[in-house]
């Protein structure tokens, strides 16, 4: 929010320096991120210029003897050009005859002496300025030049040349009570802030919201513009009347009426304000509902009455708050013909929609130039559905900035009286004696408790129930102290400050503020800290992490949004299946992103598209929930998984390796393997499995003790077919996280290195084709006992040699014991044990 300094210093008294005013808002939770200086001095650039610079202060300073106010006596013809005239001028000092081209001068030229001096913004010679015909914001100095024959040493300015706005088609023209002669920087030299109001703030959207966090910091008084209806004004009644049809969407609404109005510009100290507060000035009516609403921070609106009693079939109108009907629309301000939501709340008549409540006016009723009755509107909506109307519409106002966030009913009142004084002050016309206000729910300013004990508790300092008061007053508090108790009335024009033990924490923050956090010493805790323990799920993955982090994968983490379209490519060999039904969200941002994921491998694939042409090798894992929809409950199951996906080359080519061989199924297996000794999971079993998403005959389950951990394999040709990688094969699993978890052992043993040698020899085993190789090592381990400590498989063998089905399977085993060198006896011993049960269990023969 832009807020200029001269505007601030209407409501309080301001004297610190601008720097001080800056940090002091940001300190109380206002930050304020830019200042633009429009005039004044920059205070980075004084002798005593403060050594911290944490806000960036930027513009232009006006020199104060050099840029001044003026006066133009007289416009005459340019003797050799019909686009520039020349200015008969009083800068204070004397007369002088200064050339311009602006064209707002035209009207006057050659008319005479002007019966009222036009009041302008002089620079004199050697006076920097914006250019005025550059792009963006280029300095320049005045210099003497002739133009068409006629010297030019000096000019009348517009606000681009000053840096007040963009605007350069005319020169200012300034109100008539600007004294001639003085510095222009004292007349009008400005700053703006630029504020960033956080929604929990929304009440200081407005000049006097943060003129009362600045008299609440420095304890000074606020003065807030009071605004009365005559008393001997006309009445409003039968001239229009109010339907709420839902009370909760729109809880106020309020009618307020002026006759008669000329349609005029404002006056330039009231246009100069809009636009440094970043709003297009238009004319003096829709000029005074934007200043009340910056002003005040309730968004007004003005109809054409004419307008609503034509349409009303020149009965007088009635309005009507409403949801929108299907099919309706509604022709907006900014020219757009809308079709609106069943949830949009509108303004309307009898005759259809007049305008988006809380967001924008209709087209057809705004103010014109023919316009000569207002009927003004200040209202109050539910936040939450402005919000979504605003998202909806893909609209951004000041009022729906305002209005989403919320804003008390008390303000719309006290807005539309004040706003109809500014119209009368600015475009003339007569204000009505009352309103018309249609109030069906009240909103409630709840009174919270606080105790000086709750207050140290907290905050860690001592503050006395009479300073607590002291301090709460300050921001319009009605407070009284009953002993160590400090009641608190919320003012009415808040809605941040709850009930209970809620709002008390909300007093205890509004007094941290006003108290100023800088005062709050460091203090130890009040109270013990309860016992640490261990939180296993959030051990166990950050232990998972590590362990595939030490395998050279990579962590990825993706949104939890997706689109069903994206995760229905891993499905592709299911095309008739059943759509799975998703957690849909009601306002999703894009298309991508529209329903809560089923899969985690489905999101680890689309990282693995996107980078699968800037690498020869990509391993990735995530560790994220899915979101599973459960019949009959609107919450889901969020079950965490794992995914893992691979591709590309085993290992990097480098100057010494020339291996370009690729991932396959059992690098994958590999990496499992590692994780889950890691994990210390045991009684793991690799089991064949069929799965839609990865190649027949290329897939595996992974189960400890008959329960099933994860899937993984090669992805199926048809799916790998729906994404676009350039590799031939990629490999993927996904896991469940809780399974792994409970299998994995949170207490295990530790064995010491051993200190006696080991015998290592080689067994070939023939078997039937059809006996897995995990039914040989089971009964490998079972003859083998304590005392074979290493198994691996180098070498699977089919021929002739051995007969039709029958494969050879060779193991690599290793004997050990722990306590003493085995002899050839006891090694013997064994291998003939590890036979014998080989035979026994999967009918395997020695090979010879």
């Known amino acids: 929010m832009k807020v200029p300094l ?112 036009i009041k302008v913004a002089y620079a004199r010679e050697g006076a920097q300025l914006y250019d005025g015909h550059q792009p963006g914001w280029v300095l320049t100095t005045l210099k003497r030049t002739k133009i068409r024959g006629v010297d030019s040493f000096s000019m009348v300015c517009s606000e681009k040349e000053l840096g007040i706005s963009e605007e350069h088609e005319g020169i200012i023209v300034l109100d008539e009570d600007a004294p001639t002669g003085i510095p222009l920087v004292d007349y009008m030299g400005d700053a703006v802030l630029e504020v960033n109001i956080l929604p929990n703030m929304i009440r200081n959207a407005s000049m006097v919201g943060v003129a009362r966090e600045v008299a609440a910091l420095t304890n000074k008084q606020l003065r807030k513009p009071h605004a009365l209806l005559p008393a001997q004004g006309p009445s409003i009644a039968g001239k229009a009347g109010i339907e709420i049809t839902d009370p909760r969407l729109n809880p106020r609404f ?260 006003i108290y100023g956090y800088d005062k709050i010493t460091s203090t130890y805790l009040a109270e013990e800290l309860p016992d640490a323990r261990d939180n296993r799920p959030v051990l166990f993955e950050r232990r998972v992490r590590e362990a595939l982090a030490r395998s050279g994968l990579q962590e990825v983490i993706n949104y939890r949004l997706t689109s069903p379209e994206r995760e229905a490519r891993l499905e592709a060999t299911l095309s008739d299946r059943p759509q799975p039904t998703y957690i849909a969200l009601k306002n999703p941002l894009t298309p991508e992103r529209q329903v809560m994921r089923r899969s985690l491998v489905a999101s680890v694939l689309d990282n693995l598209e996107k980078n699968s042409r800037l690498r020869d090798r990509l391993a990735f894992f995530e560790i994220g929930p899915v979101f599973l929809p459960v019949e009959g409950s609107a919450l889901p199951e969020e079950p965490q998984r794992l995914a893992i996906v691979m591709t590309g080359l085993r290992t990097i080519p480098a100057w010494d390796s020339a291996d370009e061989k690729r991932l396959d199924f059992f690098d994958l297996k590999g990496v499992i393997e590692g994780l889950l000794q890691s994990m210390h999971i045991k009684n793991v079993e690799y089991l064949p499995a069929a799965h839609p998403a990865f190649h027949p005959g290329k897939t595996a389950q992974v189960a400890v003790n008959g329960k099933v951990l994860g899937v993984f394999g090669e992805l199926h040709p048809q799916v790998q077919a729906q994404y676009d990688f350039l590799t031939p094969a990629v490999l993927a699993a996904e896991f469940d996280m809780a399974a792994m978890a409970t299998e994995s052992a949170s207490r295990y043993d530790i064995e010491p290195v051993p200190v006696f040698p080991a015998v290592l020899e080689d067994l070939a085993l023939i078997v039937d084709e059809s006996v897995p190789a995990l039914e040989v090592e089971k009964a490998i381990r079972q003859g083998g006992g304590k005392l074979l400590v290493g198994l691996r498989l180098f070498d699977i063998f089919r021929g002739e040699q051995i007969g039709p089905g029958k494969k050879s399977l060779a193991y690599a085993v290793t004997y050990q014991a722990p306590d003493h060198t085995l002899s050839p006896e006891e090694a013997g011993q064994i291998r003939q044990r590890i036979i014998r049960r080989v035979g026994q269990a999967v009918g395997a023969e020695l090979r010879k």
């Open 254 to 513: 309020v009618l307020g009426m002026l006759e008669g109005v000329e349609q005029r510009p404002s006056p330039y100290r009231v246009q100069l304000r809009l636009r440094l507060a970043g709003m297009r000035p238009i004319n003096a009516v829709v000029d005074a509902t934007n200043y009340v609403m910056l002003e005040l921070g309730q968004p007004l609106h003005a109809f054409d009455y004419d307008v609503l009693v034509k349409r009303a079939g020149g009965k007088s109108p009635t309005i009507i708050t409403r949801a929108a009907h299907p099919g309706e629309t509604l022709t907006t301000l900014d020219g757009v013909e809308r079709k609106l939501d069943n949830f949009t709340v509108l303004v309307c008549d009898t005759a259809g929609p007049l305008s988006l409540a809380g967001v924008m006016g209709g087209l057809e009723s705004e103010i014109s130039a023919t316009t000569r009755n207002i009927l003004l509107e200040g209202a109050t909506w539910n936040y939450v559905n402005t919000r979504r109307t605003t998202f909806s519409q893909r609209l951004v106002s000041e009022a729906g900035f305002r209005f989403s966030r919320g804003v008390h009913p008390a303000l719309s009142a006290e807005g539309v009286t004040l706003c109809l004084q500014r119209m009368a002050e600015w475009s003339g016309g007569v204000v009505y004696s009352n309103l018309v206000d249609n109030y069906p729910l009240p909103a409630e300013d709840p009174e919270v408790s606080i105790t000086t004990a709750e207050v140290k508790r907290l905050l860690g300092v001592e503050i006395s129930a009479k300073d607590i008061a002291a301090l709460l007053s300050r921001l319009e508090f009605a407070c009284r102290v009953d002993g160590d108790t400090v009641h608190a009335q919320t003012p009415p024009h808040r809605l941040d400050i709850g009930t209970g033990v809620v709002g008390s924490a909300d007093l205890v923050e509004e007094i941290a503020r």
């Open 6 to 117: 001269s505007w601030l210093k209407d409501y309080v008294d301001i004297d610190l320096s601008l720097v001080e005013v800056a940090e002091v808002l940001t300190m109380a939770g206002l930050e304020v991120e830019d200042i633009l200086l429009v005039g004044l001095p920059n205070p980075y650039e004084q002798p005593d210029a403060p050594q911290r610079r944490e806000v960036s202060i930027h513009g232009l300073s006006w020199d104060p003897e050099k840029i001044v106010v003026a006066q133009i006596d007289e416009v005459m013809p340019h003797p050799n050009a019909d686009r520039l005239v020349l200015c008969r001028l009083n800068d204070g000092s004397g007369e002088l005859v200064v050339l311009t081209g602006a064209p707002n001068l035209f009207e006057y030229k050659g008319t005479g002496p002007l019966p009222q001096p």
